[in-house]
């Protein structure tokens, strides 16, 4: 752009600058994770593994889905809960593209679930970087799939009544070649694991707890920012082998992050040119 | 140029092939299904792709992805699922995306009569999705038509950045004919316009003189941005009235301000007669021949046919039709476009004959919804 870019920090290369300050809350954890993904990519192209013009972000609707406004690569803003097919298009039309996908809970595994079950069956070479912040906070604080049981949303006044999805054990059910979850309170395992899935082929899954002091954090009697982030942290647990029965998220005994899944199946891609 | 024997849906998919089609996404819908079937086996020996994703929704927003990556897309469909398409068409509009989208028509509403054809999904072509907008509507009455009026669809999406609809129906997606199909540097193949400033300087929605702008695409250092909120020239999101009002007027406008490269009508015997009959798609098929019969019994009767719905040339519709005593508006539903012509040809001498019938018109049929009015 032919506009002022300012360069104040070392990342800032990869950001839009002109479009800041972004529209994140005070608190949200979006800004981290995205921060250690930029770290990662940053890796990758100084070491020659990843070229810069190479890279995509599409995003379908929500807080999360507004990373595409502020990276400075290709980037989509699309339709809600319709990134991943979109970012499908866009990899089988160029496949020397890298295409990261970015979207909250309510987004790629909400609205988007059908098209998330059958990116990871297809294991299609996207990498999906899903931030659950347990609500639809853009559009004020209603119910989303990751909801623990019984939490106040505004549209379950009286409590959730439906128990959470396990997105991590969904999507490691099907043929996913990498499945991993994180912490916006860990970011070094964010930029570990988002280093490790750019260097892989076929369909790449991280989960990013993240913090949402402002909506879900109202729900929960954690409004305060730094309260929230503590909570979160001290919740968080990493192992560096955990099993599928290990990925349910409960806010009592522990949220277990770590590499679910990592193996080698064969690619969407590899499959179509073999046909 | 040769003669082949094809299908409607087979002539699409030769022509599709022919524009220059590299990525197909489709999901299996009667009476579309034989189309993505075809392709399926052919244009992997053209180097594209052929998926069948899980549902319409996917389908135009893969395609829609594609286009951006470079490629030509297409996607083809029937009612139900051209239904679950409209919000994806509504971002293509948005952000001004080359697709098309061929809608075989059958009977509905709801799951309706799959197998059958009717024109009673004409304003859910031009009106499917939510927002303020014009896109280009086609519809084919033959193989022949179908053929060539999908290379139109192609340079029509690629000229003006924008979805275009393809409107056929069971009837002649199903119909054989002989047509005459071109060889590669026979016919136009109009691309995508590319920018000539350098990535530093590029808008991606800022439009040259044709209201268009020019479309850099993934992967070529134009950091581009693909919006589906309302946005300026650069593509950031924008909520003034100001903002808006440019990028709605803009898109509309420029398929407004191309309608002369858009719009075409047939028009048999419209210069001396008293009654001119309107009609399109299958049951302008039916339409000629009975016009034919009436005038070789000396019935000053014409008959005009659109091939583009939307946007009409209205001048040049008026001035076809400023002769006539009379304009009969025969379609396969309960008046559709009926209300369009009426409102160019004035009401007062427009009346609308409906065939309302899940199987091909039959001659004696149009005959008694024309010969009505005469």
């Known amino acids: 752009m032919a506009l002022a870019k300012l360069t104040l920090h070392p990342l800032d290369k990869y950001l839009r600058t002109d479009r800041l300050p972004h529209i994140w809350c005070p608190g949200c954890g979006i800004g981290i994770a995205l921060g250690a993904m930029l770290r990662a990519i940053d890796r990758r192209i100084n070491e020659g593994r990843l070229d810069r013009n190479k890279v995509v972000f599409v995003t379908g609707i929500g807080c999360s889905a507004r990373v595409s406004f502020y990276v400075d690569f290709d980037s989509a803003h699309t339709l809600h809960g319709r990134a991943l097919p979109f970012a499908t298009g866009v990899k089988l039309a160029n496949p020397s593209l890298e295409v990261i996908v970015v979207g909250g809970d309510g987004d790629v595994a909400g609205i988007g679930g059908n098209h998330l079950l059958h990116a990871a069956k297809r294991n299609i070479d996207l990498f999906v970087v899903m931030i659950t912040n347990f609500v639809y906070a853009m559009t004020g604080g209603q119910l989303a799939p990751t909801t623990p049981l019984k939490v ?16 991590i054990k969904l999507v490691a059910s099907l043929n996913a070649n990498y499945v991993a979850r994180a912490s916006i309170t860990t970011p070094h395992y964010i930029e570990m694991f988002t280093y490790k899935a750019l260097g892989m082929k076929g369909f790449r899954f991280l989960e990013v707890i993240s913090t949402c002091p402002e909506v879900y954090g109202r729900h929960i009697g954690l409004r305060n920012p730094v309260t929230m982030f503590e909570e979160l942290k001290k919740r968080v647990k990493y192992k560096p082998n955990p099993v599928i029965d290990e990925s349910d998220i409960d806010w009592e005994k522990g949220i277990v992050i770590g590499e679910y899944v990592v193996r080698n199946n064969p690619s969407y891609l590899d499959l179509v040119k073999r046909g | 140029m040769r003669r082949e024997f094809l299908s409607g849906n087979r002539a699409i998919a030769e022509a599709a092939i022919l524009s220059g089609l590299k990525f197909y996404a489709g999901y299996p819908i009667t009476p579309a299904s034989d189309l993505m079937e075809y392709l399926a086996e052919k244009l992997p020996r053209y180097g594209g792709i052929v998926v069948q994703f899980e549902d319409e929704i996917a389908s135009i927003n893969a395609a829609i992805g594609a286009s951006w990556a470079g490629v030509k897309a297409m996607t083809a469909t029937s009612g139900p699922g051209f239904s679950l398409m409209a919000e994806g068409v509504s971002l293509a509009v948005a952000t001004e995306t080359p697709v098309v989208v ?54 029509v999406a690629e000229k003006f950045r924008t979805p275009v609809v393809l409107l056929s129906d069971a009837n002649i997606a199903h119909m054989w004919e002989t047509l005459y199909v071109k060889e590669p540097g026979e016919v136009e193949i109009i691309e995508r316009k590319k920018p000539s400033a350098p990535p530093d300087d590029y808008r991606p929605y800022k439009p040259d003189e044709d209201l268009v702008p020019p479309m850099a695409v993934f992967g070529e250092g134009y950091k581009v941005i693909v919006e589906s909120l309302v946005h300026d020239e650069l593509g950031y999101y924008r909520q003034d009235s100001e903002t808006y009002r440019e990028m709605v007027t803009r898109l509309n406008e420029k398929i407004r301000r191309g309608v002369g490269y858009i719009y075409e009508q047939e028009e048999y015997w419209v210069e001396d007669s008293d009654v001119v009959v309107v009609a399109y798609g299958s049951t302008a098929r039916m339409v000629y021949p009975v016009v034919k019969a009436l005038r070789q019994r000396g019935a000053r009767v014409g008959f005009l046919r659109l091939k583009t719905l939307w946007p009409l040339n209205e001048e040049w519709l008026w001035k076809s039709l400023s002769r006539a005593g009379k304009v009969v508006v025969v379609e396969n539903n309960t008046g559709r476009l009926y209300l369009d012509v009426a409102r160019i040809a004035g009401s007062a001498r427009t009346f609308f004959s409906p065939v309302i019938t899940v199987d091909p018109p039959k001659f004696n049929e149009v005959m008694e919804a024309v010969a009505r009015w005469l």
């Open chain 2, 102 to 155: 061929v809608d075989i028509m059958r009977a509905g509403p709801s799951t309706g009569i799959p197998t059958k054809a009717t024109q009673s999904d004409v304003y859910q072509a031009r009106w499917l999705a939510h927002g303020d907008y014009t896109i280009p509507v086609f519809a084919p009455w033959s193989v022949q038509d179908c053929y060539d009026m999908t290379i139109k669809s192609f340079n």
């Open chain 1, 152 to 167: 106040y949303t505004t549209t379950t006044p009286h409590g959730n009544p439906e128990p959470p999805l396990n997105v």
